[in-house]
């Protein structure tokens, strides 16, 4: 962490911190607002910005943006927890997901929210205590730490919340 995200990391952290976790993806935008007050992490909101598949590639990206501007509006963020890119054998879907990666910064930029990025391991390190743990275990943890009735779906929905709860583990 540099020196400025810690300056603004010691300003957050008066009262509570409003965190937005996004897991990008072109198809499904999983998202989880989550409040971090003293010593707990409530969760406000989460789900799925889901597009056509058989939609161009600009109206796609358009409603993405259009749904996190919405969510921005509803749960204005202090933070915004990205999970990082990492390159896989299907190039055409990671270049989806960087499309999508460009339209969530620059939405953030827009209304001056940082973003902090984590890798999955950081995310699973941070939710679960092990950076080996499998998605079942991340989505376990998450029901159980934000005392939710059942474990969120889809998977997109359950790894944002991991997403900005590692956010909130980091900043504690």
């Known amino acids: 962490m540099g020196f400025w995200s810690y300056l603004y990391m010691l300003w957050v952290m008066r009262d509570f911190m409003m965190v937005i ?18 010593g707990s992490a409530v969760p406000l909101c989460y789900g799925c910005t889901e597009t056509p598949a058989k939609a161009r590639a600009g109206e796609r990206l358009l409603e993405i943006y259009t749904g996190l501007v919405s969510l921005f509006d509803r749960y204005p963020p202090d933070a915004l927890a990205v999970e990082k890119l990492f390159f896989s054998r299907n190039i055409t879907s990671a270049m989806g997901v960087s499309e999508v990666r460009g339209i969530v910064l620059l939405a953030a930029e827009q209304r001056g929210v940082p973003v902090f990025e984590y890798t999955p391991t950081q995310v699973k390190q941070a939710v679960t205590g092990s950076g080996r743990a499998d998605k079942v275990q991340v989505q376990q943890m998450i029901t159980r730490l934000l005392r939710l009735p059942e474990v969120p779906q889809p998977d997109d929905a359950a790894d944002a919340l991991a997403i900005a709860l590692c956010h909130i583990h980091v900043m504690r």
């Open 21 to 38: 976790g996004i897991d990008p993806g072109l198809a499904r935008l999983g998202y989880g607002v989550i409040r971090g007050d003293r």
